[in-house]
């Protein structure tokens, strides 16, 4: 029980000491801050200190340094402010100079301590960071580390950016640092200067713009980083450039004479490798079938083609050719218009056909006795015609019956001859799209078995100059 009053008690005098201490330490406050710290061996580092007493008295400040001929000699600057009388709540600056004399001492990073002291009991220790240079920076070699921010697998259609991230491992003043970029591309060629201070980083970009058709392969690319004429380092980055196979470039030029058109279709391979494709172009049927080519017409998806096959080197171009000719269509149409001119003009004005009936005997079914005759006459035009003779023609075998009726119009002549008997009917005048119809009758004076073919028939008009005009029929046949 007594050995926990013990613990007990140490603990509280120890809380007790901690807030005495921690209220003693708020008595002032040191800043340092640097004025200058890269220094050679022969100069002074300096550094501005600021004491402020928070105390409610007046307070002495000793300022020293334990490292004080040891290599380095650290006092403030003017020596008088090694001791520094501050009353309450006032502030006071000084400089501090670090110089190092060991010619011993390596160039690179140190850190120097100061020691402010008040009357009070506060001690503070501040620790001076210094870089020391050489007196002959250029005896002291480059240390760059560069790390390097790129795609490695290039698009050359589309830019690349090229980071460098520098950093300067030592003391040495890297100003008018010459970073260049090499490579068997010559897009990737690249120089720029940079400033690197001791112990600095910087980063650096670049932006290249690649050849659309570079050949795709890995390359290498080297950054060089030389400074005074001299090569400090070099490092290789390797990169593939994507090989690229995009659809063929397609043109048209289109040049036309008198219905007959040619055609130009310009292709290029925008890719970097050479490439097989089958070129299209769309051609409808009809032009298709005055379209002359050595491409190929085809039905893909429900459209019509011409089609090409072709293998091209990276940016080159062919040619392909096709003529469209329609003067073809031209010449039949130039054609069908003379033959309807000239069927127009040849043809009769007037129409004639030719049709019969036939009756059977009483003796013998099967045989031909009595035919009636038809014969329908047309003026097709829209004038009147005049002086019509309508002139037709009865084998021997049958003859014409006189006693019969023989129609709308009695023939004007009707001569027996060898031939057989030639029947003429007269017409003064045939108006406008007027048609007549003429019948008779034929009786057969023997009985007919078979076919029986009765002659065309003959019309005859009046033509301009006084010549005359003809028509024929069509021959009928009957048969039994």
Excluded: C
């Excluded at 240079?133 to 002291?140: A, Q, T, V």
């Amino acid at each position: 029980m007594r050995v926990n009053k013990v613990i007990l008690l140490s603990v509280f005098l120890l809380v007790i000491f901690s807030i005495l201490a921690t209220s003693s330490l708020a008595e002032s406050d040191v800043e340092i801050t640097v004025k200058d710290n890269y220094i050679a061996f022969s100069e002074k580092a300096k550094f501005n200190l600021k004491i402020t007493n928070n105390a409610d008295e007046k307070q002495r400040y000793s300022i020293y340094s334990l490292q004080s001929g040891q290599g380095w000699n650290v006092d403030p600057f003017p020596l008088k402010d090694k001791i520094i009388e501050l009353y309450p709540g006032k502030s006071y600056t000084t400089i501090i100079q670090a110089q190092a004399f060991d010619e011993g001492l390596q160039p690179g990073i140190y850190y120097v301590q100061i020691s402010i002291a008040s009357d009070l009991g506060e001690t503070y220790t501040e620790s001076l960071k210094v870089y020391l240079s050489p007196e002959k920076p250029i005896d002291y070699l480059p240390a760059i580390k560069a790390t390097i921010d790129m795609n490695e697998k290039i698009n050359p259609n589309e830019p690349v950016s090229i980071k460098l991230f520098l950093e300067n491992r030592n003391p040495l003043d890297l100003t008018g640092l010459v970073v260049k970029i090499q490579s068997d591309m010559p897009e990737f060629i690249k120089e720029a200067t940079v400033d690197l201070p001791p112990l600095e980083k910087k980063t650096i970009e670049f932006s290249v713009n690649p050849n659309s058709f570079q050949q795709p392969k890995d390359y290498l690319i080297f950054f060089i980083f030389e400074h005074n004429g001299e090569v400090a380092k070099i490092i290789d980055q390797k990169v593939e450039i994507l090989s690229l196979q995009p659809e063929f470039k397609k043109d048209i030029n289109e040049n036309s004479k008198l219905f007959r058109y040619y055609s130009e279709l310009i292709v290029t391979n925008e890719g970097n490798v050479k490439n097989t494709q089958k070129v299209l172009y769309p051609v409808s049927l009809w032009k298709m079938l005055f379209t002359t080519s050595e491409g190929k017409s085809e039905k893909i998806e429900g459209e019509r083609y011409l089609v090409w096959e072709q293998s091209i080197s990276p940016n080159e171009s062919v040619t392909l050719n096709f003529t469209t000719n329609y003067r073809i269509v031209i010449y039949i149409l130039a054609i069908l218009l003379v033959f309807a001119g000239f069927y127009f003009y040849v043809q009769s004005p007037l129409s004639i056909s030719k049709s019969a009936m036939t009756t059977k005997t009483e003796h013998n079914e099967d045989a031909l006795s009595e035919i009636k005759v038809t014969l329908e006459v047309k003026n097709r035009t829209k004038k009147n015609i005049k002086n019509i003779d309508i002139i037709d023609w009865v084998p021997g075998i049958a003859n014409v019956e006189k006693s019969l009726e023989l129609g709308t119009l009695r023939p004007k002549e009707i001569k027996h001859s060898k031939k057989g008997t030639k029947v003429i009917w007269s017409l003064v005048e045939l108006d406008a799209h007027e048609h007549r119809i003429i019948t008779y009758k034929v009786r057969a004076k023997l009985n007919i078995v078979g076919t029986f073919s009765l002659p065309r028939a003959t019309i005859e008009y009046a033509r301009k100059r006084g010549k005359k005009g003809k028509a024929y029929s069509n021959v009928f046949s009957l048969s039994t």
